[in-house]
């Protein structure tokens, strides 16, 4: 059972446009919610997190959205460029003491020149 | 290198061979974790380590597989009588219980059972 639907499955984005990733969850015991970025061949890393009592975070050309009455958030990378194309995943951890984080399917995101 | 590292790196098997895969994390978190992780899907929790202690498990961590932390440092994840479904990338991750819920992972070990 999927707990985190993520879409698009993939994306080709213009260098300086805007990238978008979309995700919704079910369980509403969730209570951190990060995005991870992952190369080909290395394990992914932590790019940007975001707690359910904050609408939007940013980190540089990085920003979450999260609206939790729909139970959607998503990432925008803002001025794409190049290097940050790479399989984007969306995830979601509970509360209470649980440590397993449940990702999402992934977006591989190309960003041409 | 401070990350966590795993070894090996690749692992090819015969159907019905045990395999064993090291996690080393990084050298202060007492909380490691594994992950699988299939082509073209996000990865899968498996199971979890605090210190020695075993917490938590998937469903998806069958009979045939065990991982152990013994002295709560590096980690082993061991594979019995591996068959073709369980082809995957086994990924290691590790964190500070007292810094919040970042896990830092590892490169993976890519597991390919013929």
């Known amino acids: 059972q999927q707990q985190v639907k993520q879409s698009p499955q993939s994306l080709i984005v213009q260098k300086g446009g805007i990238s978008i990733i979309n995700c919704a969850y079910e369980n509403t015991a969730f209570d951190y919610f990060p995005w991870y970025q992952q190369f080909p061949g290395k394990g992914p890393a932590l790019l940007i997190a975001?707690?359910?009592?904050?609408s939007e975070k940013k980190e540089g050309r990085f920003t979450i959205s999260f609206n939790k009455s729909a139970k959607q958030f998503s990432l925008h990378i803002m001025d794409s460029q190049p290097g940050d194309s790479a399989t984007y995943f969306c995830?979601?951890?509970?509360?209470?003491?649980?440590?397993?984080?449940?990702f999402g399917t992934g977006t591989k995101l190309q960003v041409i020149p | 290198d401070t990350g966590v590292s795993q070894d090996p790196r690749h692992k090819i098997t015969k159907r019905g061979q045990n395999v064993t895969f090291r996690c080393d994390p990084i050298s202060e978190h007492n909380r490691l974790y594994w992950y699988r992780q299939t082509l073209g899907q996000g990865p899968e929790f498996l199971t979890y380590f605090q210190n020695e202690a075993q917490l938590e498990k998937s469903r998806l961590l069958s009979d045939r597989f065990s991982a152990e932390r013994p002295k709560g440092s590096f980690s082993t994840l061991e594979i019995q009588r591996t068959e073709q479904g369980d082809s995957a990338m086994y990924l290691c991750?590790?964190?500070?219980?007292?810094?919040?819920?970042?896990?830092?992972f590892g490169p993976g070990t890519r597991l390919t059972v013929l």
């Open positions: 975001i707690r359910p009592d904050v």
């Open positions: 995830a979601a951890k509970g509360s209470g003491g649980y440590q397993k984080v449940t």
């Open positions: 991750a590790s964190s500070l219980a007292t810094s919040g819920n970042e896990q830092f």
